[in-house]
């Protein structure tokens, strides 16, 4: 079974109304799904049971901060907090017959950090609205 190193990875965006771009300087991403469990169990069972509800989905990507005269990193302005975004998230790049992560998703927040011994970065965090596909990309 093959393993992936994270330096092939890419993000990619896509703001309402605009053209998919590829988000620059990106450090790391990470993708979560959760699905929520109510339990059915019953008298006499012995054992909790449970049955899946509701899925959803978060993700996040870090960056350091692009902004080159006057004009910043399309896919890092793309993701502006409160906006709705198509994200395509590639663990090991957009190559055939690798994985992607697709979906709709609103930016909850955007955090941006400095300090005088390092670089400037910026955080982006999206939760999820509707399905997650993961796919291979053709």
């Not at 988000?23 to 993708?31: A, I, K, P, T």
């Not at 955007?110 to 509707?130: A, K, P, R, W, Y």
């Amino acid at each position: 079974m093959a393993t992936y190193t994270g330096n092939n990875g890419e993000v990619k965006v896509t703001p309402a109304g605009g053209a998919e771009t590829v988000v620059g300087e990106v450090r790391d991403f990470s993708v979560e799904q959760t699905a929520e469990v109510v339990a059915d169990t019953v008298i006499g069972d012995s054992w909790v049971t449970n049955k899946t509800t509701l899925r959803s989905w978060t993700a996040s990507i870090n960056c350091y901060f692009e902004w080159d005269s006057g004009a910043g990193d399309a896919g890092q302005v793309a993701l502006d907090v409160g906006d709705e975004v198509a994200l395509a998230l590639y663990p090991n790049g957009d190559s055939s017959n690798y994985q992607e992560l697709t979906g709709q998703a609103i930016v909850t927040s955007v955090s941006q950090s400095q300090s005088f011994d390092g670089l400037v970065e910026l955080s982006f965090s999206c939760t999820g609205n509707g399905t997650l596909s993961n796919n291979t990309v053709s």
